[in-house]
């Protein structure tokens, strides 16, 4: 296995709400000793219900949000300590894909002007070269040239995903990290944008890292999966042992639950019970064990730490669900 | 069909005055008791608009044409106070988005109450009691606590089960429900389609059901009407229309979804974008996007054919 570009090691960021002249702030912990890394051309996606704390993780990795303990690694070089010059290296080689292809494009500016804003900011070429490479990215997204002089709202939501694509290709990066990209959008587009960063991928190495509830767009693109519940890694494993042989009753409820085409009405009765907890209360113990049919006394006193089931198969869980490879 | 419990018959609808557009066309299906028409398509393929001439809250102005009968009673031409005495009686709706659609300064227990007070004229206590037992009722624990709750108190999963609770007070005949669990992450969404189907075994209210989520609808449906821009594109039995479907835009939806049980290495996707109903090309709407479209199909707006299993396609044999 090749060095990692990105190496969280227990990751953990807080926020603090509701403090005031005389009351205690009250902690609000959004992820977890969050440990994962991430290799070349490889995609990692995490998965979880909202609240689960994907985003902030996404945001903590992107120097977005700070880190409250723990370390972030780019090439294998602890974020905190970088250079000036280092971190430019490292916000050059990752780049990010929003949910929302409305809110994250600059309504002001031309397509032109939004995809070659990277290049702008990391000084990369002249004005002439960047206007060719806006040309050239533009068609590796599959739009033509002629929509660099057009402005964001002239375009639908799957157009401006690909224009959002395109921006965060303009420096080549080593990693993308996408939080959602498929959810604002319809159905027919969601499966084109897919097909483009499936394509995208192979065309230039890249790793991705990829954030979505959808654990069937997830089954499509990922390579790894990681399970998140309360800001905690509840199960990682390869995409096939994760979706055939899930060891965590979280995930296998999550599996479970994601509507299928053609099984026929459902049987009411098989669905997971309550409510994802408030990250400012959480339950005692293992996060889940309010919700979990496995649950034992131990699961409400002592919180499970990840553990290996099988080679590269890790679950936080007193009573996995052993389902040996057939 | 005589048993119908709703006929809708021919419905457009065209928004705006000066520059009016089609936004429903040639729209005719249905309802039985106690059974779910699931509704699917992509955005703007005229889903909510179908459920706003049902309740009659279709924006104006506006023109409505054709017939909507809810039984023997027809809904098109009613008055206002009696179009209203319907709603949330015979007919409710609950929406995709319940904090917007409740009142945030109100309890909950109280905007229950206040349906049971406007429709049969409850006393208040009365209406109190009875609401708490609907928060039961929808599987809310601790319903006479919950009761006192607002809404932003309430996480969204418990949000969706009071407009439910709300919705079933007056038990409506048809409980029509637009996207009501596209809010929610796929565990509560499974627990609120378990408490649908749960409801209308015991109520035996029929249900029209619309989701963009082919998943969702092939879960809860006994039937499948799939529309775009506007029309009824095919409209069948649910395993029938997910089995066989006949119209190349299902079979397009159905195949362009991941599916975890068979993974492909590229997914078939349908190809440009959803029509602007405003530039709407003649013909087939779908044309442009299909990929088994002849000249004739640009030209002539395909009917809607068929008894049990209807599809509008002029290439409905040969995709078959």
């Known amino acids: 296995m090749t060095a990692p570009i990105l190496q969280t090691d227990a990751l953990s960021v807080r926020f603090s709400e509701g403090s005031g002249l005389f009351r205690k702030p009250r902690i609000v912990q959004a992820v977890s000793d969050i440990s994962i890394t991430l290799s070349a051309g490889e995609t990692l996606a995490l998965v979880g219900e909202s609240g689960s704390g994907k985003t902030t993780f996404a945001r903590a990795m992107l120097g977005l949000t700070p880190i409250s303990a723990g370390t972030m690694r780019y090439d294998g070089r602890n974020c905190t300590e970088m250079t000036h010059h280092e971190r430019q290296t490292m916000r050059r080689a990752v780049q990010m894909v929003f949910q929302d292809p409305f809110g994250s494009l600059d309504p002001r500016l031309s397509i032109e002007a939004i995809i070659a804003e990277p290049l702008r900011i990391h000084r990369i070429g002249t004005a002439r070269s960047r206007s060719d490479r806006v040309v050239e990215l533009l068609d590796r997204v599959g739009l033509p040239a002629d929509a660099r002089r057009r402005y964001p709202h002239q375009f639908s939501g799957g157009q401006r995903q690909r224009i959002a694509i395109a921006r965060a290709l303009a420096p080549e990066p080593r990693v993308i990290i996408a939080d959602e990209p498929l959810s604002a959008l319809d159905v027919s587009i969601q499966s084109q944008i897919l097909n483009l960063l499936d394509t995208l991928r192979e065309q230039t190495g890249m790793a991705y890292f990829l954030i979505s509830h959808d654990l069937a767009a997830v089954h499509h693109l990922a390579d790894r999966v990681a399970a998140l519940y309360l800001g905690r890694i509840v199960e990682i494993a390869n995409r096939d042992a994760l979706y055939n042989h899930p060891a965590h009753p979280y995930t296998k409820a999550l599996l479970e639950s994601v509507p299928r085409i053609g099984t026929g009405k459902r049987t009411p009765g098989k669905a997971l019970p309550g409510d994802i907890p408030s990250p400012l209360s959480p339950p005692t113990g293992c996060h889940f064990h309010p919700r979990c049919p496995r649950a034992s006394e131990r699961c409400s006193v002592e919180a499970p730490v990840l553990a290996t089931i099988a080679q590269g198969h890790q679950a936080a869980c007193h009573h996995p669900i052993i389902e040996p490879p057939a | ?320």
Do not use: W
Request: aromatic share 2%; net charge negative; charged share 20%.
């Open chain 2, 1 to 320: 069909m005589s048993s119908a419990l709703l006929a809708v018959d021919r419905l457009a609808v065209e928004l705006g005055q000066a520059d009016p557009v089609r936004i429903l066309d040639d729209i005719s299906f249905h309802l039985q008791p106690g059974q779910t028409l699931g509704v699917v398509g992509e955005s703007g393929c005229g889903k909510s608009m179908t459920a706003l001439a049902l309740m009659g809250l279709v924006p104006t102005p506006s023109h409505i044409t054709g017939s909507i009968r809810l039984g023997e009673t027809e809904l098109l031409g009613m008055d206002e106070e009696h179009r209203r005495r319907l709603r949330g009686k015979r007919l409710a709706m609950i929406f995709q988005e319940p904090m917007t659609a409740l009142n945030p300064v109100v309890t909950v227990g109280a905007q229950i109450a206040e349906m049971l007070e406007v429709h049969e004229h409850a006393s208040t206590t009365l209406a109190r009691a009875r609401a708490v037992e609907l928060l039961h009722q929808v599987g809310i624990a601790a319903a006479s606590d919950r009761a006192q709750a607002y809404p932003h108190q309430l996480s969204g999963g418990m949000r969706q089960r009071v407009m439910i609770a709300m919705a079933i007070a007056c038990r409506p005949e048809i409980l029509i429900a637009d996207e009501p669990t596209t809010a929610l992450d796929v565990s509560v969404q499974a627990q609120i389609l378990d408490l649908l189907l749960e409801l209308q075994r015991r109520e035996g209210m029929a249900m029209l059901f619309i989701s963009h989520s082919l998943g969702v609808i092939s879960e809860i449906s006994d039937e499948i009407m799939v529309m775009y821009a506007g029309r009824i594109a095919e409209h069948g039995p649910a395993t029938t229309v997910l089995q066989h479907p006949t119209h190349p835009y299902t079979r397009g939806l159905i195949e362009t979804i991941p599916d975890i049980a068979h993974r492909v290495k590229t997914l078939p996707v349908i190809a440009g974008n959803v029509p602007n109903l405003r530039n709407r090309a003649p013909g087939c709407a779908f044309a442009p996007r299909c990929p088994q479209a002849i000249e004739a199909c640009r030209q002539t707006i395909p009917p809607l054919e068929g008894h049990a299993h209807r599809v509008a396609c002029l290439r409905a044999t040969v995709a078959a």
